[in-house]
């Protein structure tokens, strides 16, 4: 088989061959059997190729798919990327970017003491108490939210409370935002409990572990404990305060 | 399916609408498996490599340039991880040859459709690339430029492995006495 012929057999197929090609490729398959066979099996392959069942999705592949999907933030720009954005837009000097660097990891290094007041009234099941949290506060950014890592120090603290049915704690969020923060509370290892211990009414904060928050940008942060109708710990984290 | 379209999907889902990127799943979910059967059989492991291929794009979306049409970008894609996972097979969960029918006399001419039948078959007795190239111009009809795009090659060498996987596919059918009646 002449291989000039083969290829304008394979560039018909394709739809490359030049007039010129298909006018010489119809002269030689009409004196030659061998070609005119070979023209026609690989435009019948050529053919079947097209006409092949179409594989037909399982039930259900798209439903899967969209369980599968990771967040919706890790559709977008790669956190690295976002996070340059942000830095760029606030401090664009790669000098004043370093100062910022230093100065977050100054104020990642803080330990504030939380005091309860106004629970010393005659009669009362209340009771002050502290709760303290140690160092080792972070403030990493991630896109347009920041978290700051609260690691509340192990042990019990025995706050005694009237008695309470539900006990809850929140973060409340204010500050220069640009829209209501989006706040996600964690407790690791967290549980508020209630119970009896002589006459009193304990509450007994075992938060052990970490509160984790996520909020926007530079916003305050103020932690509080409440109960139904009150608030029992009302927070704010002053750097470098004790 | 118009690129204006995708892209409008992509954008919107870039935003944060998961609606959208489920349209891209619905359009574009067959032409993913079909890769995938193509490239490894039909079974759980195309489907396995079809929804990675999805999240994959999603999480690559915001690389997408709009420059080039969206359904080569997730072709090449789809094309990419369907030859990564043949490659990571064993030697003996690659298809089996016997499972290509044989007539009952080598002579005998095939019905159109058992010659579709048969031609998937011999297909995946090729090389993973050279069963793309068919696939690509035969199947999915596209040009030799789009063709270089998913495959990452030059149009030159899209012509001549073209060629030659074409070569190659005769020669299966008629090993396997499958007349190919013109």
């Not at chain 1, 100054?106 to 010393?120: E, K, Y």
């Not at chain 1, 896109?143 to 006990?167: F, Q, S, Y």
């Not at chain 2, 094309?79 to 029918?101: G, I, K, T």
């Not at chain 2, 035969?138 to 990452?152: C, Q, S, T, V, W």
Request: hydrophobic content about 45%; glycine content about 6%.
């Amino acid at each position: 088989m002449n291989p000039e012929i083969l290829s304008i057999i394979q560039a018909e197929l394709d739809g490359t061959a030049s007039p010129a090609e298909i006018s010489r490729l119809d002269a030689a398959a009409a004196a030659d059997a061998e070609i005119r066979t070979l023209r026609g099996e690989y435009g019948e392959i050529a053919r079947a190729v097209g006409r092949m069942a179409v594989p037909v999705v399982p039930h259900g592949f798209a439903t899967r798919v969209m369980a599968a999907l990771p967040p919706p933030a890790r559709a977008r720009v790669p956190a690295r990327d976002r996070i340059r954005a942000i830095v760029q837009s606030i401090v664009p000097s790669h000098r004043q970017q370093v100062a910022l660097a230093f100065a977050l990891g100054v104020l990642a290094t803080f330990m504030v003491t939380l005091t309860v007041t106004d629970w010393t009234q005659p009669d009362s099941d209340m009771v002050s108490g502290t709760i303290r949290v140690p160092s080792g506060a972070t403030v990493p950014f991630y896109g347009n939210a920041g978290v700051l890592e609260a690691a509340w120090i192990d042990g019990v603290r025995r706050i005694t409370v009237r008695p309470r049915e539900a006990m809850s704690l929140r973060v409340v969020v204010s500050g220069p935002v640009a829209e209501p923060p989006a706040v996600e509370v964690e407790v690791a290892d967290g549980t508020l409990t209630l119970e009896r211990s002589g006459g009193d009414v304990v509450l007994t904060t075992e938060l052990a572990g970490v509160v984790r928050f996520s909020v926007p940008g530079q916003s305050d942060i103020r932690i509080r404990v409440e109960s139904e109708d009150e608030v029992l710990v009302d927070w704010t984290p002053v750097p470098g305060e004790p | 399916m118009s690129d204006s379209e995708d892209r409008q999907l992509v954008e919107r889902t870039l935003r944060g609408d998961r609606t959208a990127f489920k349209a891209l799943v619905d359009r574009y979910g067959s032409t993913v498996y079909g890769v995938a059967c193509r490239v490894l059989g039909p079974g759980p492991d195309a489907e396995d490599v079809a929804q990675n291929v999805f999240l994959k794009v999603y999480e690559n979306l915001a690389t997408y340039r709009p420059s080039f049409r969206f359904f080569s970008w997730i072709y090449r894609i789809a094309l990419n991880e369907s030859m990564n996972a043949v490659r990571s097979r064993r030697p003996y969960d690659q298809v089996d040859p016997s499972q290509l029918s044989s007539p009952d006399s080598p002579e005998s001419a095939v019905e159109s459709a058992v010659l579709e039948d048969a031609i998937g078959l011999a297909l995946m007795e090729l090389e993973p690339s050279d069963r793309a190239l068919v696939i690509l111009r035969h199947y999915e009809d596209l040009p030799y430029r789009d063709i270089a795009f998913i495959m990452d090659i030059t149009e030159s060498l899209v012509k001549s492995r073209l060629y030659a996987a074409r070569q190659a596919l005769r020669g299966v059918l008629m090993n396997r006495g499958i007349w190919i009646g013109a």
